[in-house]
């Protein structure tokens, strides 16, 4: 099998997408897939890039889209990428039976913001002849961004077990099982906690840029 994972963070390197994203493809090249990770933000900047990403895709058995969620939605070049896809695939000699699965997180502390971006994700997955092979939502993925989930701890346990159910899934073509979307959705941490790390955040680099009376100052 062949596993491709699409990035569609602009955070290259350090993003939570990439970790949820780059964990399942450690899983699935340690079932025996084939496995390879691409970007979308600088594929879109490069014809050359954009072509390579496109006849990748083709050739994939399985495609993972791991993306932030932005105001509700997907973000714009995810977008964009997608609408291109679904311009130029018909052109690709394609496997039988590509699945798609997508990956959303979010930065509120519940998982279920993500929904809409699924259903969209879905949608392109059908309209493009794709087998959906599930959603996975995340929430507080400020919390784990930018380091193997291995390394986040307890935190991380139910994602890593979710995980682990969806590649043991995937590897045989079948869809990721209800029983891992429910994992991966569980709270991280209690939400209250979430909130304090992240005022906390906000409060340490107000410091560290002098900006600390100024945090409240809106525009007229
Ligand atoms: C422009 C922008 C819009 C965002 N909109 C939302 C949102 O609507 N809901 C939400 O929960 N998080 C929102 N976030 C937070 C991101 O989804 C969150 O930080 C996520 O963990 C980033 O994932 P990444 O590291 O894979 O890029 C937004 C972030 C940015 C930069």
Redesign the pocket.
Known sequence: MKALLLVG???LG?????TLGGYLLEQLAVRGAETEKQYIYPALKSGEKLDALISAVARANLVIL???????SLPAAVIKFLETLAQRLGAYERPDGQQFLAIS????PEAH?NNLALEIYRRFAYEVGFAWAGGMAM?A??AI??RPLAESGGMARNVIAAFDLAAAALIEGKPVPQEAQDLIARPLMPAWLYRFMGNLGWYLQARQYGTLWKLRTRAL
């Open positions: 963070s602009p955070r350090r993003s939570a997408s990439e791991a993306a932030p969620l932005y105001v509700g997180n979010c930065g509120f913001h929430g993925g400020e961004k930018g």
